[in-house]
């Protein structure tokens, strides 16, 4: 009566290494391909930023380039919807040059007397104008592709603000064999190396007042700056406050500490 037992005991052997060799295949196949993948993607910038590491702050003399970067070029395509013109003072600029930004938009002002939409120039309390009124006119305008908010794009991406400098800088031209699907364009950074987005900065594209270089590299540097700023507008403040309370902790572990050899010196130990 073993016999049958010890026989499919027999047959099962080999069907479970089987079935351990084609997990081992499976996982080496898939480990191949990430590692190609990874290979294939473009090697992440390490630029410096002023508003890195805890004590950092942000520039704002290129967050106010990049703001000029972002109203001449990106704000043809990209909205920041969670903007207000009044919030521009977070990057030093004052009430007056907010207001005379504003002034120069035209945004929708609610309805006339007979109920047809009307525009009117933005206040300070007005919301950055969108490019497009909605999401279906923006993908109409741009071959179906939907161009992100810049609102939060900093956070919203892994790599942050050298992700999308990375974006910025990494157009060019595709290597030999490496095929392209219509109206896209090649970007070395980019997943997939082909974004439906032009390159839209280049040598020369805003004329800075300041005197500042207007390089490719400048100019993405300065937007990027911008954009991390309209993420995280607390930050600076955020880092201001944990710099308080580690100080605050730290004393009162030393205060406690020594309340403590003070209460207990008298004890026999």
């Not at 590491?53 to 070029?73: C, E, K, P």
């Not at 395509?77 to 930004?101: F, P, T, V």
């Not at 929708?108 to 999401?135: V, W």
Request: hydrophobic share 40%; glycine share 8%; aromatic share 8%.
């Amino acid at each position: 009566m073993m016999r049958p037992q010890r026989s499919i005991m027999a047959r099962s052997v080999p069907m479970r290494s089987a079935i351990v060799r084609s997990l081992l295949a499976c996982v080496l196949v898939t480990g191949l391909f990430a590692a190609t993948a990874v290979a294939q993607e473009g090697e992440m910038p390490n630029e410096r930023w002023s508003f890195e590491h805890a004590f950092g702050t942000f520039d704002l003399a290129a967050a106010q380039r990049g703001f000029q970067v972002y109203s001449n070029v990106c704000s043809n395509c990209h909205s920041m919807k969670y903007l207000h013109y009044r919030d521009l003072s977070g990057i030093g600029l004052d009430e007056d040059q907010i207001k005379a930004i504003a002034a120069n938009v035209t945004v929708p002002s609610g309805t006339d007397d007979q109920g047809n939409p009307k525009e009117g120039p933005a206040t300070p309390a007005s919301e950055f104008k969108s490019p497009f009124p909605n999401d279906k006119a923006a993908r109409a305008a741009n071959n179906g592709a939907l161009p992100p908010d810049l609102s939060l794009i900093v956070n919203a991406r892994e790599g942050g603000p050298n992700y999308i400098y990375g974006i910025l800088t990494g157009f060019g031209q595709p290597p030999a064999g490496f095929k392209m699907q219509d109206g896209m364009n090649y970007n070395r950074m980019f997943p997939g190396h082909q974004i439906a987005m032009p390159p839209p900065l280049q040598d020369g594209t805003v004329e800075y007042t300041d005197g500042t270089p207007n390089n490719l590299n400048q100019e993405a540097h300065d937007v990027v700056t911008f954009l991390a700023w309209a993420a995280n507008p607390e930050l600076v403040e955020r880092k201001q406050i944990g710099v308080r309370v580690v100080l605050f902790l730290m004393f009162m572990t030393g205060l406690t500490y020594a309340v403590k050899r003070k209460v207990w010196s008298d004890v026999d130990h």
